[in-house]
């Protein structure tokens, strides 16, 4: 079965950094793009950032220069480096697999992981 | 950027009731890169419906997705007490900026 288990979550300053983990097990990692999307109370989920198998990275406006995703692929690990946050970034955190393995397209998510919480506030 | 709205906000039914709920693209949705996903309380989105009209893995037939272009609807029929839940539509593509979401459209049981 794919599993996907977020780590890291915290509380944090305005300013601050924070690095959440994605362990992923139960599908070949490295032959999937990976994804970290994430959802403040009551709003609906928005798309972060997606990295290919390959590594190659794309973000949201509103996260670009911030925040870096990266992959392990020796451990079917999924990074999400987050600087400078603020408190709009306040939300649960998820990974999320993409559907189709490197199909050059930006794809549906078809397993995410339980999330992280992350809160910013002074 | 595409926007997607969902309709209605809130649906009220009862289980054993059909449930139909719509989502409108802005823009036209290209090669029918739209999905759906379910959202229980306090749990992760669960991926129903790509492709417009594919069901997920172990998801029941009593979800279908249909629609092209600009408008797309989830039927769900026979509602389960589990059924009544935030359902989201999502468009995907060629494009990071294509990856959007709707607002959402809760299902309550009457």
């Known amino acids: 079965d794919v599993q996907l288990l977020e780590s890291g979550g915290a509380s944090v300053q305005p300013g601050g950094s924070l690095r959440l983990s994605c362990e992923a097990s139960g599908f070949s990692f490295d032959h999937f793009a990976m994804n970290w999307a994430r959802q403040a109370p009551g709003k609906r989920p928005e798309w972060v950032s997606h990295v290919g198998g390959d590594g190659r990275a794309w973000y949201a406006d509103s996260v670009k220069g911030r925040f870096t995703i990266s992959r392990d692929n020796s451990k079917n690990t999924l990074y999400l480096q987050m600087n400078s946050l603020r408190a709009e970034d306040t939300a649960t955190y998820y990974c999320?697999?993409?559907?189709?393995?490197?199909?050059?397209?930006?794809?549906?998510?078809?397993?995410w992981g339980q999330g992280a919480l992350v809160t910013v506030s002074s | 950027e595409t926007v997607l709205t969902q309709s209605p906000g809130t649906l009220s039914l009862s289980p054993g009731e059909s449930a139909t709920l719509s989502c409108r693209a802005s823009r036209s949705v290209s090669s029918g890169f739209l999905a759906w996903y379910q959202q229980r309380g306090g749990q992760a989105p669960r991926l129903l419906i790509y492709g417009a009209s594919s069901r997920a893995t172990g998801i029941p037939d009593r979800f279908s997705g249909s629609g092209s272009g600009t408008d797309f609807t989830l039927t769900i029929t026979r509602l389960e007490p589990e059924d009544f839940a935030v359902y989201y539509c999502q468009q995907y593509g060629r494009s990071s900026e294509m990856y959007t979401f709707g607002q959402g459209t809760r299902l309550e049981i009457k």
């Open positions: 999320a697999k993409d559907g189709f393995s490197n199909n050059g397209v930006f794809d549906f998510f078809d397993y």
